[in-house]
């Protein structure tokens, strides 16, 4: 499967974004979907996921109450809600997918190119 991830820009502190990512040759409800995000200088880190129904989500600590997964099988897109952003939330985000429930980036088969978000003070 091919992941195209978009939506990323820059916003002032507080602002809101919204993150897609597209998937093509194959249909995204065979995976678990996980966003991720790596600042410079820092490791790739978990974001959310989201399970293959959308029934269950699971989000970073860092980002709970702020940011929110979704997915729409039907146009076989994962979105990322990031509202109350924050500057330590700059970073290029990206998407994933794996054969099964996993936060942790080893365990992904399949990646997007990355979107970069950038929050300003």
């Known amino acids: 499967v091919q992941l195209q991830a978009s939506g990323g820009g820059l916003v002032q502190a507080g602002g809101s974004l919204r993150l897609s990512c597209a998937a093509s040759?194959?249909?995204?409800?065979?995976?678990?979907m996980g966003w991720f995000r790596q600042a410079p200088g820092k490791e790739r880190e978990f974001v959310a996921g989201?399970?293959?129904?959308?029934?269950?989500?699971g989000l970073a600590a860092s980002v709970k109450g702020r940011f929110n997964i979704s997915r729409d099988n039907a146009q076989n897109t994962v979105f990322l809600q990031m509202n109350s952003l924050k500057p330590e939330d700059t970073a290029v985000y990206y998407c994933?997918?794996?054969?099964?429930?996993?936060?942790?980036?080893?365990?992904?088969?399949?990646w997007g190119q990355g979107t970069l978000v950038t929050v300003s003070s």
């Open positions: 994933a997918a794996a054969e099964a429930i996993a936060t942790m980036a080893a365990y992904y088969d399949y």
């Open positions: 040759g194959r249909t995204l409800s065979r995976y678990f």
């Open positions: 989201i399970g293959w129904s959308g029934g269950s989500t």
